[in-house]
């Protein structure tokens, strides 16, 4: 089974979560992570991701398998897109099965924590004034930074 | 006993008459590098402080003068002169003596030598690929060999050679056969030449680059083909750099290497595929 994946169209999590049925598991936690309409005071119109795909679902797999050995959970699954997303576009989906729903929960929140540390994913906002720029990448060169604060804080949903 | 082991130093022999190549054999340049600097700074990345053995007459001489200079001690004599006005001059440290006229010794060729020293014996050599005799040239010479050596030339001997065949002397296997020929006329000159530049392209490799998100629109391109010296990404990093003008310092990135996080430090080799990582935003 493929724990990861990249759409590089919009993609149905729906068919994905039927990927995860299983008659011993009695709970389904799911993330969706959603292009927001602004970032840091900014209006965002559209987004773009770009990914370095092969080390990115090789990284992407490891993070799942990590999740399927931390605790007992039935099966896992992470969709990202790539590519031209509006406002509003499903960006990341991740969905768990288990036993139990506190562990569908904790892999679930694992999963989509370590995508977005450790995934060769870059993103590109375009905003209202015309202006664009990669998150993380640009306007805080040099500035110290600390991956996992940095990163949530600058988050697009949450 | 004193437990103490002598430091090494270089000693590049560039005080040959050259009679057979009818040119100073010092300045003979292979790869764009005349062959004295070369040997300098070749013992420079393996023992501490090296210096240039030259006759009396030589000192003024501007690829020799541009070195720490030691002057034999008496003139007409051969290499051995060279090796024993070292010894006078520092007489505690063993010497690592390496004639210029050697243009195949490599970073190899000194490490292994060093790394397999015996300071308990009078010297460490290779043998002789040609005639299974220690080769005096390419070896470290111990203090102890100094007094030896007096004697051994107050007897009336100058070859250096048989000196390390008639004492004590760790006797290392040469690590290539053509490790230590060197080159006296014309002829060997050329055929070193050409050698030397047809083994050149594994000095630069074929590397390729793929760019990603703000380094792809600051390169402007997606990926290249490279013919690079740089031995690491770091290097490779700091090559780019110079070109590009990337605004993202090394610190903020991470490295891939065929597909695979890596370490900055690894050796690359030729075929090799490199990513160099922006600060991420997936999710």
């Given at each position: 089974m493929m724990f990861f994946r990249f759409h590089d169209t919009p993609f149905d999590a729906g068919a994905a979560r039927l990927e995860?049925?299983?008659?011993?598991?009695?709970?389904?936690?799911?993330?969706?992570?959603?292009?927001?309409?602004?970032n840091e005071g900014l209006a965002v119109t559209r987004l773009e991701y770009e990914a370095f795909e092969d080390l990115a679902v090789k990284e992407g797999e490891r993070i799942v398998r990590e999740?399927?050995?931390?605790?007992?959970?039935?099966?896992?699954?992470?969709?990202?897109?790539?590519?031209?997303?509006?406002?509003?576009?499903?960006?990341?989906?991740?969905?768990?099965?288990?036993?139990?729903?506190?562990?569908?929960?904790?892999?679930?929140?694992?999963?989509?924590?370590?995508?977005?540390?450790?995934?060769?994913?870059?993103?590109?906002?375009?905003y209202v004034d015309g202006n664009s720029g990669w998150v993380n990448c640009?306007?805080?060169a040099g500035a110290p930074r600390h991956a996992a604060t940095h990163v949530h804080a600058r988050d697009t949903h949450e | 006993m004193s437990s103490e082991v002598a430091p090494i130093y270089g000693l590049i022999l560039a005080g040959g008459a050259s009679a057979r190549m009818h040119r100073d054999k010092a300045a003979l340049a292979y790869l764009g590098k005349n062959q004295l600097d070369r040997a300098y700074e070749l013992a420079c990345r393996h023992v501490p402080r090296v210096f240039v053995s030259v006759r009396a007459d030589q000192v003024n001489e501007p690829t020799r003068a541009q070195h720490p200079l030691i002057v034999d001690s008496?003139?007409?004599?051969?290499?051995?002169?060279?090796?024993?006005?070292?010894?006078s001059a520092m007489p505690q440290a063993?010497?690592?003596?390496?004639?210029?006229?050697?243009?195949?010794?490599?970073?190899?060729?000194?490490?292994?030598?060093?790394?397999?020293?015996?300071?308990?014996?009078?010297?460490?050599?290779?043998?002789?690929a040609h005639d299974g005799l220690p080769e005096p040239l390419c070896a470290i010479w111990e203090p102890a060999a100094?007094?030896?050596?007096?004697?051994?030339?107050?007897?009336?001997?100058?070859?250096?050679?048989?000196?390390?065949?008639?004492?004590?002397?760790?006797?290392?296997?040469?690590?290539?056969?053509?490790?230590?020929?060197?080159?006296?006329?014309?002829?060997?000159?050329?055929?070193?030449?050409?050698?030397?530049?047809?083994?050149r392209p594994t000095d630069r490799m074929r590397i390729k680059v793929h760019y990603y998100a703000l380094l792809r629109e600051q390169a402007g391109r997606s990926e290249e083909i490279l013919d690079t010296a740089a031995?690491?990404?770091?290097?490779?990093?700091?090559?780019?750099?110079?070109?590009y003008r990337f605004s993202l310092p090394r610190e903020q990135l991470k490295v891939a290497v065929n597909t695979e996080f890596s370490e900055w430090?690894?050796?690359?080799?030729?075929?090799?595929?490199?990513?160099?990582?922006?600060?991420?935003a997936g999710g």
């Open positions: 995860l049925l299983d008659a011993s598991a009695g709970g389904y936690a799911s993330f969706e992570g959603w292009v927001r309409d602004h999740a399927l050995q931390r605790s007992p959970i039935k099966h896992a699954l992470c969709l990202h897109r790539v590519g031209e997303l509006a406002v509003g576009d499903l960006a990341v989906w991740v969905g768990v099965s288990a036993a139990h729903r506190g562990e569908a929960f904790d892999a679930c929140r694992y999963i989509i924590d370590e995508v977005k540390h450790r995934l060769p994913i870059w993103k590109k906002e375009h640009e306007g805080c | 008496i003139a007409g004599g051969g290499p051995i002169v060279g090796i024993r006005s070292a010894f063993a010497w690592l003596v390496l004639a210029c006229d050697l243009p195949f010794v490599t970073d190899a060729v000194l490490d292994h030598l060093v790394i397999s020293r015996d300071p308990a014996q009078a010297a460490t050599a290779y043998r002789s100094a007094a030896l050596l007096e004697s051994y030339e107050a007897g009336g001997h100058s070859c250096p050679r048989k000196f390390l065949t008639n004492h004590r002397v760790k006797i290392l296997e040469p690590l290539d056969k053509r490790a230590l020929d060197n080159v006296n006329t014309p002829a060997e000159y050329t055929q070193a030449l050409e050698s030397l530049e047809a083994a031995a690491t990404p770091a290097d490779l990093y700091a090559e780019l750099n110079s070109r430090s690894r050796m690359l080799t030729a075929g090799d595929s490199v990513v160099f990582i922006p600060p991420v």
